[in-house]
């Protein structure tokens, strides 16, 4: 047992914790693509945890954290590590605070309507024990089926539906949470006077360990109204997205697929293998990888009006829910208007599909990863008036290294998400023994040229992934003099710097990435 754990279970008998090596290599890191490398290459997990501790109330996370602020010992929130963005980077020092203990209902009123629900709890159980009393929360990301409402809020999460019913910060009516100093706070949704529930949603666990969260309810929909568009190019699509949204109608969905994304969507993004036969990464993989070495011509022809006529153009699918006939008559006056802007309507079929499969993540990262390559992704959003500007300039910038593709969602009245998919492979020359060092210096300079990209066209960052430490060095750049802003808010709300530091907030000196994300050993 080390001395940490001793003097952990000395001050705090009853809590919960674990310091067994599998579990220190489970809680080692988020599921930030550049850490896959390092699992490729054979090096798991060098920054481990020094405990794990499940607290089950808030008492618990209170003494922990009054604990943690007398001894300096480091904390790091933990929600159920889905997050993309390096918000998890422990050390032997470092106390990792997992919350799903804490999963509680608290209050639930079905007038207001509101639910106080703990930060523990689970995405997709959430949703469906509020359909069993009639409501919806309304937020539905990707990671439901293995994200927290303590994660939700600490990344600023967006939801699949969110044109309807907003980001998680619309939602949040209050939180609980306890502060770096060893505080139990409420923090109310304010219409006079300071508000500080922004300042804690979208913080990473930096400022506080959020333990409940009070949250706006909806009828659950009666009904949906589905619609689906192709259009001769991106730009055509999100102008009728800009013109939908300014209307004033409210698609819970709309996204809009790049001409070589919307194939990928017309053929469906999960695939069965009824055989269950494995086939290793083989002939076509080493074709992938010598095509993805020089993506730049990839690109240009995928992006050629050829390529976009042999994918058949640029697709929207948009989904309205509601009481009712509403959603049947918005989906209609969306057809009218999208129409006049160059979409032809393809029905409500390819609607209806991506609404069967709005769950289905597919697992094909792996063995790509295996064969070689990388994944990833990045979310950045800009006002309708800069989003051309971003969407070539980041595209441009990712194209140099990486194939990529794009789909665009969370559309709002002044502006709309850009979400880029890329993937990448060493550059020319590398050797075998070479190749995952290789692939990290790619993988780096492709995400620093993007984020400069963004930045120039006066774009963000980031829109619902966070920041992590993947985006923290670039952030300065785009919060200018608000980064002492963001520096003097940890000081109040954590001034020994005992939670979760390192994330998030940009570093004073410029810092690389963190070690145990290159490669020792290589399989060739």
């Known amino acids: 047992m080390s001395e940490l754990s001793i003097e952990l279970e000395r001050a705090l008998p009853s809590l919960r914790r674990s310091t067994d090596s599998a579990d220190r290599v489970a809680y080692a890191r988020d599921l930030w693509p550049r850490h896959h490398l390092a699992v490729r290459a054979g090096n798991v997990a060098e920054h481990r945890p020094g405990v794990i501790v499940w607290p089950a109330s808030t008492e618990e996370v209170q003494s922990l954290v009054q604990w943690a602020r007398r001894t300096r010992t480091p904390l790091v929130p933990f929600g159920a590590g889905s997050g993309v963005c390096a918000g998890i980077l422990p050390r032997e020092d470092v106390v990792v605070v997992d919350l799903k203990r804490m999963n509680r209902w608290r209050a639930f009123d079905p007038n207001a309507p509101s639910l106080d629900v703990e930060a523990g709890h689970m995405g997709l159980p959430l949703e469906e024990e509020l359909g069993r009393h009639g409501f919806t929360l309304g937020h539905f990301p990707s990671s439901i089926l293995c994200s927290t409402v303590g994660g939700w809020v600490a990344a600023r999460s967006a939801g699949q539906n969110s044109g309807y019913y907003g980001k998680i910060e619309d939602m949040v009516a209050s939180l609980e949470?306890?502060?770096?100093?060893?505080?139990?706070?409420?923090?109310?949704?304010?219409?006079?006077?300071?508000?500080?529930?922004?300042?804690?949603?979208?913080?990473?666990?930096?400022?506080?360990?959020?333990?409940?969260?009070?949250?706006?309810?909806?009828?659950?929909?009666?009904?949906?109204?589905?619609?689906?568009?192709?259009?001769?190019?991106?730009?055509?699509?999100?102008?009728?997205?800009?013109?939908?949204?300014?209307?004033?109608?409210?698609?819970?969905?709309?996204?809009?697929?790049?001409?070589?994304?919307?194939?990928?969507?017309?053929?469906?993004?999960?695939?069965?293998?009824?055989?269950?036969?494995?086939?290793?990464?083989?002939?076509?993989?080493?074709?992938?990888?010598?095509?993805?070495?020089?993506?730049a011509a990839f690109n240009a022809l995928v992006d050629s009006g050829l390529g976009t006529k042999a994918f058949g153009g640029a697709l929207i699918v948009a989904v309205f829910e509601g009481q009712g006939e509403q959603p049947t008559r918005d989906a209609e006056a969306a057809r009218r208007l999208v129409e006049s802007c160059r979409g032809e309507y393809l029905g409500e079929g390819p609607a209806r599909r991506w609404m069967a499969h709005r769950y289905s993540i597919s697992y094909r990262q792996a063995p790509t990863i295996a064969s070689g390559l990388f994944l990833d992704t990045m979310?950045?959003?800009?006002?309708?008036?800069?989003?051309?500007?971003?969407?070539?300039?980041?595209?441009?910038?990712?194209?140099?290294?990486?194939?990529?593709?794009?789909?665009?969602?969370?559309?709002?009245?002044?502006g709309c998400c850009i979400y880029f998919s890329f993937a990448g492979s060493a550059a020319p020359g590398a050797r075998a023994g070479e190749w995952d060092a290789a692939c990290e210096r790619v993988y780096d300079a492709t995400w620093q040229r993007a984020l400069d990209?963004?930045?120039?066209?006066?774009?963000?960052?980031?829109?619902?992934?966070?920041?992590?430490?993947?985006?923290?060095?670039?952030?300065?750049?785009?919060?200018?003099?608000?980064?002492?802003?963001?520096?003097?808010?940890?000081?109040?709300?954590?001034?020994?710097?005992?939670?979760?530091p390192g994330?998030?907030?940009?570093?004073?000196?410029?810092?690389?990435?963190?070690?145990?994300?290159?490669?020792k050993a290589v399989h060739a």
């Not at 309708?384 to 709002?412: I, K, P």
């Not at 990209?453 to 920041?467: E, N, Q, Y």
Request: hydrophobic share 40%.
């Open 379 to 414: 979310e950045v959003c800009a006002t309708w008036s800069r989003l051309g500007a971003l969407y070539h300039g980041v595209r441009r910038a990712l194209g140099e290294s990486v194939f990529v593709m794009a789909h665009l969602s969370h559309a709002y009245p002044d």
């Open 503 to 519: 994330n998030l907030i940009p570093p004073i000196e410029p810092f690389p990435y963190a070690d145990d994300a290159h490669a």
């Open 177 to 295: 949470c306890v502060t770096g100093r060893g505080e139990v706070v409420r923090l109310h949704r304010r219409t006079n006077g300071p508000d500080l529930v922004p300042l804690v949603v979208g913080s990473e666990g930096t400022l506080a360990i959020v333990t409940s969260a009070t949250l706006r309810l909806h009828r659950a929909p009666e009904s949906r109204g589905f619609a689906s568009w192709s259009f001769p190019s991106t730009e055509d699509g999100w102008e009728a997205m800009r013109v939908l949204f300014q209307s004033g109608l409210r698609p819970a969905v709309c996204r809009l697929y790049d001409p070589f994304d919307a194939m990928l969507a017309r053929r469906g993004s999960v695939k069965s293998h009824a055989s269950g036969k494995k086939k290793a990464p083989g002939a076509g993989a080493a074709a992938l990888r010598a095509l993805l070495r020089r993506p």
């Open 453 to 500: 990209a963004a930045i120039a066209a006066g774009g963000t960052l980031a829109h619902h992934h966070g920041a992590g430490r993947s985006k923290a060095p670039r952030l300065g750049r785009e919060l200018g003099r608000g980064v002492e802003v963001v520096r003097a808010l940890k000081r109040a709300f954590d001034p020994d710097s005992v939670l979760n």
